[in-house]
């Protein structure tokens, strides 16, 4: 459940984040639930052997290469949805990780929170 719910947190982000940023396109509702669910399958996948073979740049720049290897897994999710999904370039991939994760932690500290 809480799977299904971070899916739909993140396709409001999405949804934000297109309405902020003329450089960001999303056709729709169901677009942007779409392309959380394959970031989702991204991250379970890909990300695990792209955090893996980067793992010494990991270590040097003390974790923030993490933002990069999102904005890799993102652009990824771009290639895949076709037109329906678009991100203009590596920087508004990077800002827009850079987001998910702010409000994302937030999300998760405040509301989310079980104890």
């Not at 309405?19 to 990300?47: C, D, M």
């Not at 999904?85 to 932690?105: D, K």
Request: no cysteine; proline share 2%.
């Amino acid at each position: 459940m809480k799977w299904l719910i971070g899916i739909v947190i993140n396709a409001v982000i999405f949804i934000a984040i297109a309405g902020y940023f003329e450089s960001f396109y999303l056709s729709s509702f169901g677009a942007a639930l779409g392309a959380s669910f394959l970031l989702s399958i991204l991250n379970i996948l890909v990300r695990p052997i792209l955090i893996i073979l980067t793992l010494p740049v990991t270590l040097v720049t003390l974790g923030l290469f993490l933002f990069v290897i999102n904005a890799i897994t993102l652009l990824l999710t771009d290639s895949l949805m076709g037109s329906s999904f678009e991100i203009e370039g590596f920087g508004m991939a990077l800002l827009t990780t850079v987001l998910m994760s702010l409000v994302n932690i937030i999300l998760q500290n405040t509301i989310l929170k079980k104890e």
